[in-house]
């Protein structure tokens, strides 16, 4: 491992804020990482590991701690996979979308529209990652994760990381530590061996984003970069020729409520089922039937809904700013907060915490950020 000057995290996260940290490490190998992350964790300093630094908003004051910058990269193909299938092993700090397009040009499915998405691949299990209906949880396999509380690196199944709509057992949720205090050295995908043919597209979600009926074939190549063009064009892939480039993604998430909160919103508004509803099955033992049948007790999925929908209807437009700001809602999509030119983390929080205000008395709704806040208060 290397100790490096610190320089400030604005020039190392994609909102372009954040102060200068005590220390910083640049950890290239796996055993750099893992002694770095033992050495820090030994001393008891405060720490933060950073890869992409795409999904953070941290705060203008100086980081007292140290903070560890993943450099490692890798793929490697390992076996254990069925047939038709392939695993890979990805070191942590290997380029997410990199790693989309190594799978594409080999002809494997399973997270293809998840391209574009700026980061790290370390940090998709730790949020769940997912774009158009496509989540990391449907082909991660295992991560290997350095342990805070024992210093070990354990294996460690997509099962026993819970992952949920974005969210994980390592996740840091605004209010509320994690779960499972650790950091992930490498994980390992499953992915369908599909060739480079036209083959069906599943999910009515991608379908959907992709325009495209539902008996569709198209090649993975076509999805990556029909995906790629659409995230374009909403300012939600890095460009710096691109005002709306400094952003965190999207910045809250769509919110998951009950179905009966559903139909309080607007009918307009868009809204997923996040489960398939089931009509329950009563089953009554001839000996105890009296000729009567209870009546079924209908259980409806919770359901997905828009938050850039949301912001929008509560009349916060694209490109919206508080005055003398210079943080603002992108003007392509307005999930996105946007650094339009030295604006402060201050100043982002202030934005984020106005929107929250206008949703929640338009629609009774308390959207939630998305990106981990370090020394930052909504």
């Known amino acids: 491992m290397a100790e490096i000057a610190p320089v400030p995290l604005a020039q190392l996260t994609t909102l372009r804020v954040g102060g200068v940290p005590e220390r910083m490490i640049e950890a290239r190998s796996r055993d750099e990482l893992i002694d770095a992350l033992r050495s820090v964790w030994a001393d008891g300093d405060p720490w933060l590991v950073l890869g992409g630094g795409s999904n953070l908003l941290v705060g203008d004051e100086p980081f007292e701690g140290t903070v560890v910058l993943i450099r490692t990269d890798g793929i490697t193909r390992v076996e254990g996979a069925p047939d038709g299938r392939v695993r890979l092993r990805v070191e942590a700090g290997h380029d997410w979308d990199d790693l989309v397009e190594y799978t ?41 994760l350095l342990d805070e509380a024992t210093g070990e690196v354990e294996t460690v ?41 036209d083959v069906p597209v599943r999910g009515g979600q991608l379908r959907q984003a992709l325009r495209l009926a539902p008996d569709a074939a198209v090649s993975l190549r076509w999805i990556r970069q029909t995906v790629l063009e659409t995230r374009a064009s909403k300012g939600m892939v890095l460009d710096d020729d691109d005002v709306d480039t400094h952003s965190a993604g999207s910045f809250f998430q769509n919110a998951i409520v009950s179905a009966a909160f559903a139909r309080t919103l607007p009918p307009e508004c868009p809204r997923w089922p996040v489960a398939v509803a089931v009509e329950p099955v009563t089953v009554i033992p001839l000996a105890a039937y009296d000729g009567l049948v209870p009546t079924p007790v209908s259980i409806q999925p919770d359901v997905k809904v828009s938050a850039a929908w949301l912001i929008e209807h509560a009349g916060l437009g694209k490109g919206f700013r508080l005055p003398r700001s210079r943080a603002g809602l992108s003007t392509k999509h307005a999930l996105a907060l946007t650094n339009r030119g030295g604006a402060t983390a201050g100043e982002v929080a202030e934005l984020a915490r106005y929107i929250q205000h206008r949703v929640q008395s338009e629609f009774g709704l308390l959207l939630q950020p998305e990106p981990v806040l370090v020394g930052v208060e909504l």
């Open 104 to 144: 594409v040009a080999a002809g494997l499915a399973g997270i293809e529209a998840m391209s574009g998405i700026p980061g790290s691949a370390g940090a998709a299990p730790i949020q769940n990652v997912g774009a158009y209906g496509q989540e990391i949880v449907e082909t991660l396999v295992e991560v290997e």
């Open 157 to 197: 199944s997509a099962r026993e990381l819970e992952l949920g709509f974005r969210t994980s057992v390592l996740k840091q949720h605004y209010g509320q530590g994690s779960r499972r205090s650790g950091v992930i050295v490498s994980l390992t995908v499953e992915l369908d061996d599909v060739g480079h043919g």
